[in-house]
């Protein structure tokens, strides 16, 4: 019995002894950042009521001991609040840069010379044994570099069917080199192609797949894309039969890059969704909601 | 001079065209297998015994670096790549030879060349055991070489990545990077990010020893926060500390024992 009333005297007493830490600190913020005419016109005021309260000597020995505290003190403290604006700011203006760096690297990583490397030896070997499949190649290498270089990118490309084109284009090279170990599938319903949508999202995605598809796969393997409309909103899926997760290998700078462009393009409406279906590999999908204006 | 060649390439042309050239500039040597991958190339090279292999390094089933590291002891191996910064500064810092596609038959007539060498030194070897033993000493090199080829490869710890968690009847893989907090409740732990919350049954305290602790700091008894999620640490009219979140309203308190965490930033 006694030892519950000692607990909550105890406790009492901590709960008191916090309030005042906290109301002390409070004051001695507010005594910092106060300007001294405040604090004068402050202390005069409670000088007065405390007179005529008859409270005696204790308001100014309270206003003279807040004046030595504020003059000791108070310099600091208000170059402590002042710092830490400043950290919040530069911590806003770091996201920033950061989203904007991240942007750039979007941008300008997406060729994979891997990639470009195999694909023009494919075309040298091909001219010499097969030069028509050499000129097929070819074609769709153009076609690929047409919308995947930056500088090459015109208005047209932020549509729905010019990325499914430039996926195509690059799935096309990737059999060539793979033979039957690559298939493919593309559906995409011709009222959709119009749509907007950002440029090289799908391309990562189907590069990914191939990556821990059909690539690591002695079998090789089927990628197989979808575009389809989710009430208001535009689904594209990139699904793959392969690998699936590695649940400790880091998601990459790809899917990382489509993450922060989806949040700047679509301030959060917009989302990155992976799934991993109980017959493998994966399944990759990207949600925007769709622009009506256009 | 005559010997025996095996070519692992996963891409068939590229097997044809490395054929093609190796035909021009060396008409002696047969070549003996071709393989699409790794695994396959092995059991090959055991069963056939060729003197030299030509390896892709990106390949499925096991890589080129990988698979190396076993075909290197019984024959000579050249690397063949298209691109592969990593590999071509490593093998221009070592003694093995490597060639780029597509093969250039120049280049491909001086590689040819040394190996004709490295095979006769092989075979004065076996018939002058005492006589040099530079050959082993490149053997030597080529598995040092490997060996740091492949720690580099398999450098990083081993920390959870994704969290599995389902949705109706589907599994969805949420990015650590994507979690803001993870929250135990009774018999499930709540894995909340900016745009939704999932509920999982593995406990807070397993997936506190599997993510990375650099990443994820235990705030709470009942709290695991991912750090470059938080955005400010302020107290309360009682003291105790309160964690702002980027992208999320909600505050997240810290326990006493953990205040150390955030002492006077």
Sequence with gaps: MKHRDDNKVLNFIMDVTDTVTVVWWKFFDWLAVVPWSSLLGISLVAMIIGGALGLGGLMPMLVFASIIIKSLAGGKRSAEIAATAAATRADVEA?????????????????EPHFLFNTLALIGQLIETNPAQATVVHQHLIKYLRSAMPQMRDKGNGKLGQQMDMCRAYLNIMQARMQERLTYDIDLPSELEFLPFPSMMIQTLVENSIKHGPEPKTTGGHISITAKKVDDQLLVEVNDNGMGFDLHADDGMGLTNIRERLKVLYSGKAQLVIEAPQTGGAIVGILVPVDTKQ | ???????????????????????????????????????????????????????????????????????????????????????????????????????????????????????????????????????????????????????????????????????GTSLRMVSTKEVLFFRSDEKYTLVQTEQAEYLIRKSLKELEDELDPKEFWRIHRSTLVRVSAIAEVTRDFRGRQLIGLKGHAEKLEVSRNHTHLFQQM
Excluded: H
């Design chain 1, 95 to 111: 996201l920033e840069r950061r989203l904007l760096e991240a942007e750039m690297a979007a941008l300008q990583a997406q060729i």
């Design chain 2, 1 to 167: 001079m005559s010997a025996t060649a095996m070519i692992v390439d996963d891409e068939s042309p590229m097997r044809d065209q490395l054929r093609a050239r190796l035909q021009q500039v060396w008409p002696d040597l047969s070549i003996i297998a071709e393989a699409a991958n790794g695994i396959v190339a092995i059991e090959q090279a055991e069963e056939l015994r060729p003197d030299i292999i030509f390896l892709d390094i990106r390949m499925p089933g096991k890589n080129g670096i990988e698979a190396a590291s076993i075909l290197a002891k019984q024959a000579l191996v050249v690397f063949v790549t298209a691109y592969d910064e990593y590999a071509i500064q490593a093998f221009e810092r070592g003694a093995m030879d490597y060639l780029l596609k597509p093969v250039e038959a120049d280049r491909l007539a001086g590689t040819c060349q040394r190996l004709q060498e490295r095979l006769q030194q092989r075979q004065q070897e076996k018939t002058a055991p005492a006589a040099t033993n530079t050959a082993s000493d490149q053997a030597k090199q080529v598995e040092q070489m490997l060996t740091q080829l492949m720690q580099q490869q398999s450098q990083k710890r081993e920390y959870l990545r994704w969290i599995q968690a389902s949705v």
